[in-house]
């Protein structure tokens, strides 16, 4: 192509480009809302937006007519057509998945959850794989769309991921997730998929959606059964060289290189010891008389009952916490870190006792919140990530009108 063709395309691409990027997320607009907006002429407004109705990103709606005005033709109304496709978000847990279809406004049209079959780490490649697509193919069904009308897939995996979306190599669960998920899984479908660490979506969803929105120095730590933390600095995710930025169970601390343990897993481990130990608590009552394995939750509400083991075992686990957040403060910095996960509605009672803890440790020390997304703060950011991909990627994709039927 040479130059005197290059200029006009590449000027149509730029106007098509900022028209669709005022459009996102405002609703319906006139042609003379989108030339103030834009500071494009009104020519090339309406003639950028009969072009992205015939390409289907964009409707026209009828036109409203002032019932005051009886001359003159009524404005064209415009709107982008969030059911020009849709994206699916995928939450691979070790002993969950969880699908969710959204429209391109973000809206969940289905979300589902199954978990894996047998024991999590025991399965085999074709369980798991299976369980994956059953799973996206009841979200899809639940929602009422066809497979062609999916634009994009993210997916969040408890593993590191490098920055060029593949899995990282050398980690613990990386096995459990090396099932071709950007390429063999979905090969008859044809669909873009984006692979992503978890903590990584749940930063990318806080920011989005939750208590993080409009802050750009942010760590959100995933800290259910493993420990993770997914970093922002600057408004941009942080990776390192093999992906393992935010792997901050591994990080060097007063008392030594700690383990990858969650708040859920401690809780219940040491919640378990004390009960083998005979102490008495609350916990036995709550766990019954035959077992001395603790459960998380059982642990939390002993605690919300004032049982004095529980609370010093909370106690002992936000301790361990302000010191993974010092460390991790120390390196990049952040304004706020947030607890996220299945555990962080039950991480509300640590946050006074870390606070504390925080502030004997760190000159600077950051804010400390809880998810408000709760379980959903991975598939939450799996989306984000497929519609990121489907907003920048636009005018490269073909969209397909969702009709119902799976």
């Not at 847990?93 to 079959?117: H, S």
């Not at 809880?370 to 984000?384: E, I, K, N, Q, W």
Request: glycine share 10%; proline share 4%.
């Amino acid at each position: 192509m040479n130059s005197e063709t290059t200029a006009p395309h590449s000027l149509r691409h730029a106007n098509l480009t900022t028209v669709l990027d005022v459009m996102r997320g405002r609703g319906v607009l006139t042609g003379t809302d989108l030339v103030q907006r834009t500071g494009l002429t009104r020519a090339t407004v309406i003639a950028v937006c009969d072009d992205l109705i015939r390409r289907g990103w964009v409707r026209e709606l009828e036109p409203e007519r002032d019932p005051g005005v009886r001359r003159g033709r009524p404005a064209r109304r415009f709107t982008v057509d969030q059911h020009a496709g849709c994206v699916v978000g995928l939450d691979l847990g070790v002993a969950t998945v969880t699908a969710e279809v959204a429209d391109l406004n973000g809206g969940e049209l289905a979300r589902v959850a199954q978990r894996v079959p047998g024991r999590a780490l025991d399965t085999t490649p074709a369980q798991r794989i299976e369980t994956i697509k059953s799973t996206v193919d009841q979200a899809l069904q639940e929602a009422g769309v066809q497979s062609t009308a999916v634009l994009a897939v993210g997916i969040g995996v408890a593993t590191a991921v490098d920055r060029q979306g593949d899995i990282a190599a050398g980690y613990e669960l990386a096995p459990l997730f090396d099932l071709g998920l950007r390429t063999e899984l979905w090969g008859d479908r044809g669909w873009h998929v984006l692979l992503e660490n978890d903590a990584n979506l749940a930063a990318m969803a806080e920011r989005w959606r939750g208590v993080a929105q409009g802050i750009d120095d942010l760590a959100v730590m995933l800290a259910g059964e493993r420990l993770g933390a997914g970093v922002l600095t600057s408004g941009r995710l942080l990776h390192g060289r093999h992906g393992g930025a935010g792997e901050v169970g591994m990080l060097p601390l007063d008392s030594g290189v700690i383990s990858d343990d969650g708040i859920a897993r401690l809780a219940r481990q040491w919640g378990s010891a004390a009960l083998a130990e005979g102490e008495p608590t609350l916990i036995r009552d709550l766990v019954g008389p035959d077992t001395h394995r603790a459960s998380a939750r059982f642990v939390f509400e002993a605690a919300a009952q004032h049982d004095e083991v529980a609370l010093r075992i909370l106690d002992r686990i936000a301790r361990r916490m302000a010191r993974v957040m010092a460390a991790l403060g120390a390196v990049v910095d952040p304004e706020l870190v947030v607890i996220a996960g299945a555990v962080s509605t039950s991480a509300a009672a640590l946050v006074p006792v870390i606070n504390e803890e925080l502030a004997s440790l760190s000159p600077n020390p950051p804010r400390v919140e809880v998810s408000g997304l709760g379980a959903g703060a991975v598939v939450t950011g799996a989306v984000r990530l497929a519609l990121d991909f489907v907003e920048e990627n636009m005018l490269s994709l073909t969209p397909a009108a969702a009709t119902s039927g799976a």
